[in-house]
């Protein structure tokens, strides 16, 4: 494998367990929403898809398997509608979750990506389900772990659905401006002749971080963290 390639996974290996520091709600957050308004909830949401690496991982995971811009649009907007559906039914209505267990979920949803990349079904000569559906379905998944993230914060009940509204616009704006260099850069990975290899690497390395990351969200949970 290129000496490159191996160099930036060892690095995204090491940044992964100060990376999922990043994904937490902070009192930051919170006293941004306090005093800016409906547009506080555009920033947050933003902000936090940008720094949502498990969201990140899958969607790389996704875009990572596709080679046409119809497709990856048609993906994404299976994904976009599922994480929609969740993140303002699931808020508007007031259900909740732990956390833990959502985020542990989602990190299967990572392993899964990868496994499934890597013709995982095949080698076990099993029928693949549709990826399209799947995709739907992780959807669902991913925006109710936006879901609960936005309930943790003192939203108040004075324009609620706007507030919400407002924070899912954020968490769009955010994955297409986390898309954009994604597809960039595996658009031009495909054009080397090292593809393959890197092809290789990295859904591994969703399969390693899916099972990390299930792990730790699984030690939040038992230890109530």
């Not at 596709?66 to 994480?83: N, S």
Request: proline residues 2%.
């Amino acid at each position: 494998m290129n000496a490159n390639i191996k160099k930036a996974l060892s690095l995204l290996f090491l940044l992964l367990p100060f990376v999922s520091v990043a994904h937490d709600v902070t009192s930051a957050d919170q006293e941004i929403l306090r005093n800016g308004g409906l547009f506080a909830y555009i920033h947050v949401g933003a902000t936090h898809m940008l720094t949502g690496y498990d969201h990140l991982l899958f969607l790389a995971g996704v875009v990572f398997y596709l080679t046409g811009i119809k497709d990856i649009l048609k993906f994404i907007t299976a994904f976009t509608i599922g994480h929609c559906i969740t993140l303002i039914g699931a808020t508007y209505a007031g259900i909740t979750a732990n956390e833990h267990l959502i985020d542990a979920v989602i990190a299967l949803s990572i392993l899964y990506k990868g496994f499934e990349n890597l013709g995982g079904f095949e080698k076990l000569k099993i029928k693949s389900p549709n990826l399209l559906l799947m995709v739907v379905v992780f959807g669902l998944i991913h925006g109710f772990g936006l879901s609960t993230r936005l309930q943790s914060f003192e939203n108040g009940t004075e324009d609620l659905l706007a507030k919400i509204l407002c924070f899912n616009l954020g968490v769009e704006l955010g994955q297409v401006l986390a898309l954009i260099p994604i597809v960039a850069l595996f658009t031009l990975a495909r054009k080397h002749k090292q593809f393959p290899a890197f092809y290789k690497a990295v859904n591994w390395y969703l399969i390693i971080a899916g099972v990390f990351l299930f792990l730790y969200q699984m030690s939040g949970y038992y230890s109530g963290h």
